[in-house]
């Protein structure tokens, strides 16, 4: 058995015990995850793209579950003005620290300006991004999103909208 009196062992004990809680423990620090959207454009009679979006989901490698950003989004232009130097930013939102793989973004609705007259369109399906974006404890993670979109199907009848992912690119 062990030679040494209780009193004597509850103090190693104690510091083992701490010390596997904290090499197990999560970490729990956080980053912030920056979010940029633009498309290719070419020139068309269509004026405006504008796009809802209702939630971002981000894939921390390793982990089963996804990060939800659930906050009100701006609504984004995708044929904003061939001046503005820089796409436009979704989101910025405070998220776990770690390496991200994967994100789904989940639009709500779409209008489209062509010739002037304002047209609804259906919420085009999800976008899935397999990406890596790394956000370090109280840094940044910044991710620009490159899509290309059918300008045909926006002057059907029943106008429809779905994206191509052309680049997923950090900086």
Do not use: C
Not at 40 to 49: A, E, K, R, Y
Not at 53 to 71: A, D, K, M, V
């Amino acid at each position: 058995m062990y030679s040494f009196p209780a009193w004597r062992r509850a103090p190693f004990i104690a510091l083992l015990i701490i010390i596997f809680v904290i090499a197990y423990a999560p970490a729990t620090t956080q980053g912030t995850a920056t979010v940029r959207l633009s498309a290719l454009i070419s020139p068309s009679n269509i004026s405006h793209l504008y796009i809802s979006i209702s939630s971002i989901q981000l894939h921390r490698e390793g982990f089963l579950n996804w990060t939800t950003i659930s906050q009100s989004f701006p609504v984004i232009d995708l044929l904003s003005p061939a001046s503005q130097s820089t796409p436009q930013t979704i989101t910025s939102a405070s998220v776990p620290s770690g390496r991200y793989d994967s994100m789904k973004i989940i639009f709500s609705n779409s209008t489209v300006l062509i010739s002037g007259q304002i047209r609804p369109v259906a919420a085009p399906p999800a976008l899935d991004a397999n990406m890596t974006m790394l956000v370090a404890p109280n840094g940044n993670g910044d991710l620009l999103l490159i899509v290309a979109f059918d300008y045909a199907t926006l002057f059907a009848d029943t106008p429809s909208l779905s994206f191509i992912l052309v680049s997923a690119s950090t900086a």
